[in-house]
């Protein structure tokens, strides 16, 4: 299963770093955000994912997962949501005032 989210990992960061490295700054947007998912995965990866063991300590004790990685990443999804919506926004008012998305002509904008 770990092997199985490593290369997860992997196709989101890569996928990722090419999306980023576009001209087309809603591509940039969708990079960065996958990017962030990547890292989550990561962090729910090494804190020892362990399948369906619940991620509090029962009545009786037993086996359980260390709840901080996944506090983190609930942490971070919100983050990123906000973070995300606030670019999408961003973007938008550029759109609206230049009417392209390609950082290249937008550059050639402003002169």
Do not use: C, E
Request: no cysteine; glycine share 12%; hydrophobic share 50%.
């Amino acid at each position: 299963m770990t092997t199985l989210l490593a290369i997860t990992i992997g196709v989101l960061f890569g996928t990722g770093a090419f999306l980023v490295l576009r001209r087309n700054a809603l591509k940039v947007i969708i990079g960065l955000s996958l990017i962030s998912h990547a890292a989550n995965l990561l962090l729910v990866t090494s804190g020892g994912f362990a399948g369906n063991r619940p991620p509090i300590i029962g009545p009786g004790g037993g086996l359980y997962v260390d709840p901080l990685p996944q506090a983190l990443v609930l942490t971070a999804i919100v983050i990123s949501f906000g973070v995300t919506a606030f670019m999408v926004v961003l973007l938008y008012r550029l759109y609206q005032r230049t009417g392209t998305v390609d950082m290249d002509q937008i550059r050639r904008l402003r002169g």
